[in-house]
């Protein structure tokens, strides 16, 4: 492909809302990743914002604890009560982090603060976006240490690992700027904005590609914060299954 689309810069957001139980965890996955890609593309700048919103518990403390000596990170403070306009704000903070090279050559990757991405993580959708990609879909697996072993398994059976899969995660996704800024960004939902902007980004006929190569751990927790979130979909499984198989009140 013509050189003038390859990747010279990356951007990663991670919105967080109460997670002091994660977080941190999540950012020593992304400092694996980034440090990785610095590996392997030493030209190759990498930033990651981290957008607390509305963080009445210890995630700024915890965050701060981890990022405060490494410039590849920004942490912001926002009230926009919404995981769209967080991470809309934290993709327009990366870019403006970035070299202007161009939105062409800038890629943005997203996570979620419950969630633990692999070392490969940013340099696979690289590697994809070098050859024709404009956005990447991943793949997610609820963390099977934090859920019940039925709902888990009812999960591996409606969603199985494979390339070319057919789901969209905000907490696996990466998009090439220009292809994000000309689809409007994401929406400001509390649910769903990857969806849409996943709906967007087809409608103007950029190049999709869906892969299991980079799949992230996520937090199986079936406690919904937004009401039709990850978690709440988990809670759904549990609910649809037979009541002999149904989880105990201690494990659900």
């Known amino acids: 492909m013509p050189g003038g689309r390859d990747i010279k810069s990356v951007g990663v957001v991670m919105p967080a809302h109460n997670e002091e139980q994660h977080i941190g965890k999540a950012l020593l996955a992304l400092k694996t990743a980034a440090d990785e890609l610095e590996r392997q593309h030493r030209a190759m700048e990498a930033k990651i914002v981290v957008v607390l919103d509305n963080c ?13 000596n490494d410039a590849r990170f920004r942490v912001v403070n926002v009230k926009l009560r ?3 306009a967080s991470r809309d704000f934290g993709f327009r903070t990366a870019l403006e982090c970035l070299p202007a090279n161009g939105p062409e050559g800038i890629w943005l990757a997203t996570t979620d ?4 991405v692999p070392q490969h993580w940013l340099t696979r959708q690289v590697e994809l976006a070098n050859a024709g990609a404009d956005a990447v879909l991943g793949s997610v697996e609820p963390d099977p240490e934090d859920m019940d072993p039925v ?7 409606l969603h199985p690992f494979r390339e070319d899969h057919t789901h969209i995660y905000g907490a696996n996704l990466g998009i090439r700027a220009s292809a994000y800024l000309t689809a409007g960004g994401f929406p400001a939902l509390r649910a769903h904005e990857d969806r849409v902007l996943v709906e967007r980004l087809r409608r103007h006929g950029f190049a999709v590609t869906a892969t299991d190569t980079i799949r992230v751990l996520t937090s199986g927790r079936t406690h919904a914060r937004a009401p039709e979130g990850f978690a709440a979909y988990l809670r759904s499984l ?14 659900s």
């Open 56 to 68: 009445s518990d210890r995630s700024a403390e915890i965050t701060a604890a981890h990022v405060s």
């Open 238 to 251: 549990a609910a649809e299954l037979p009541p002999a198989e149904l989880p105990t009140a201690a494990n």
């Open 113 to 116: 603060a419950d969630s633990t």
């Open 82 to 84: 919404s995981t769209g």
């Open 151 to 157: 709902i888990h398994r009812r999960w591996l059976e």
